[in-house]
């Protein structure tokens, strides 16, 4: 991945660019190859005569950046393409460096752009130097420095040049409203060196000294790549429709910005010792979650935007035949009562790590909380965001709890926070006896996903850090082993269980998903929390060797075929590496 803190670009190993959108990360894709084919748009630069299924010799970000380097040796020698999008003063830019290294190395540049998701084949034109793309709203000019002859055949843009020990040939891809006068023009060499220079000013700031430092370091780099700078929401991954199973149908748009991630988020920000971009996320879900108590919705858009309708993209085959392709998301409609607690919990944990008061802030936690008081007993969707009827989820039974005991300690800890303690206290032992008696399993002695139910939810592996119970509690123990013997798959664990009874009617969904990675995160927590230190490194160990050569992570992992699945890169799945990181070597920072 590639982007500019306001959307993102994949680059494949091949040397395409096989999904971009423009200019948000949430708009429309230009390049959408990544579910279809070329046709569908992309941008291939690599040495003349590669096939598409020719792979770059190596590739590797510049040190603590999102800079990425990608080498090709040829029997006629060797070049080197540096891939960044430059943070932006007004219009997206795209830009890919080719620079000789040994030998003379002729290389072959293939551009389709194909605007809407790859449905649109727009207008070109020349026009002061550049290739000029038009189709309704949008607009992309295209450079290069110093200038290649470029053609076009097949709805196609191609340029041919040979580059040798010290040269370096320039394109600059540049989007903007097609009603706009052309775009300022950038000097890529320099954007090269102020993207460097900034990445690594930024990664200054972590305070993480442990093992796999890089690992952190470039979980960290993702968390910073997806949010969006002008608001400070993080979205849940660049992609939609990539699969959580290959051939299936559960496919989702996940460029908005979830409330489940939210202090999760957060306390990985804090421990690392981005304050600013902590700061930035709770104004950020200040601002989405003010209004109606009972209008929470579990996700937004970059900027708190409400409205998310999901529709089908039936010319996009999906990603190796993943259909359908998914745009905007449904479960925005779902009642998820988890997200009450997560949002108060968030809050909480901002007022205590200092990052400002915000005199509103308590007023909504206490209309929150207001509504929660009656709503926690009715059932809903749950955290997995199940298409089948509402349960009464166990992990949002306990977010409930958490809601209630964030404001209670607040309220002991600040004689200053204005609310009737006793009542909240109240609701907390109410929701704790609720849970205990209905959502407990004596006789397996485990929780259980929902009420009544024999099914078991990777979430309870939270219930540790949330403080509903001591890691050491029999029952918390208990839990664990149950989760880590029937959800685990080659050590990994899925989400709940997708193969068992009623699994259609629970999720609603045909087919199966791979593993979920950041709920093997939670169990390494759990395990080190409880005291099994050994068993949780000896998983993180495993965990971290499933980053990609570049060091990303998907949602999902299938340990059979040893691919990652699900949407990519996924902020849930870092977020899960940096955490776990912070349990097992939280000592090892550089304060």
Known sequence: MI????????????????????????????????????????????????????????????????????????????????????????????????????????????????????????????????????????????????????????????????????????????????????????????????????????????????????????????????????????????????????????????????????????????????????RDWRDWLLRAVAGDPAGLQIMYGLSGERRIPEFELPWLPGYEASAPVRIGNQAVQQVQLDVYGEVIDSLTLAARAGLGSKPHAWRIQNALLEFLETAWRQPDAGLWEVRGPRRHFVHSKIMSWVAADRAVRAMEDNAELTGDVDRWRRMRDEVRRDVLRHGYDARRNTFTQYYGSTELDSALLLIPRTGFLPPDDPRVLGTIDAISAELSHHGFLHRYSTQQGDTAHLDGLPGGEATFLVCSFWLADALCLAGRRDEACALFERLVGLCNDVGLLAEEYDPVSGRQLGNFPQAFSHIGLVGTAFVLYGDAVGR
């Open 3 to 278: 982007g500019d803190h306001q959307t993102a670009a994949l680059v494949a190993d091949n040397g395409s660019i096989d999904w971009l959108c423009l200019p948000r990360f949430d708009s429309a894709a230009c390049f959408a190859a990544l579910l279809g084919d070329e046709e569908n748009g992309h941008w291939r630069l690599a040495p003349k005569g590669a096939t598409d299924h020719d792979t770059c010799s190596r590739r590797s970000y510049r040190p603590d950046t999102l800079v990425l380097d990608t080498e090709w040796h040829t029997p006629e020698g060797a070049v080197r393409v540096t891939d960044l999008m430059p943070q932006r003063h007004e219009h997206p830019d795209v830009v890919r460096i080719v620079e000789g290294l040994a030998g003379q190395v002729t290389m072959r540049s293939t551009i389709r752009l194909r605007f809407d998701y790859g449905s649109v084949v727009p207008w070109m034109r020349r026009a002061d130097g550049h290739r000029v793309a038009v189709a309704g709203p949008d607009s992309i000019w295209l450079r290069s420095e110093p200038e290649v002859r470029t053609w076009g055949k097949d709805f196609g843009t191609h340029s041919e040049f040979t580059v040798e020990p010290g040269d370096k040939v320039a394109f600059v891809l540049t989007w903007h409203p097609s009603h706009r006068p052309r775009p300022p023009l950038i000097d890529p060499f320099e954007a090269l060196e102020s993207s460097v220079a900034d990445w690594q000013a930024w990664a200054k700031h972590c305070v993480y000294q442990g093992p796999h430092k890089e690992k952190v370091m470039r979980s960290l780099i993702v968390l910073k790549a997806l949010t969006y700078a002008p608001t400070g929401g993080i979205v849940a991954a660049a992609t939609t429709s990539l699969p959580e199973e290959l051939g299936g149908v559960r496919n989702w748009d996940y460029r908005y910005c979830w409330l489940r991630d939210s202090t999760l988020t957060l306390d990985a920000l804090l421990a690392a010792g981005h304050l600013d971009e902590a």
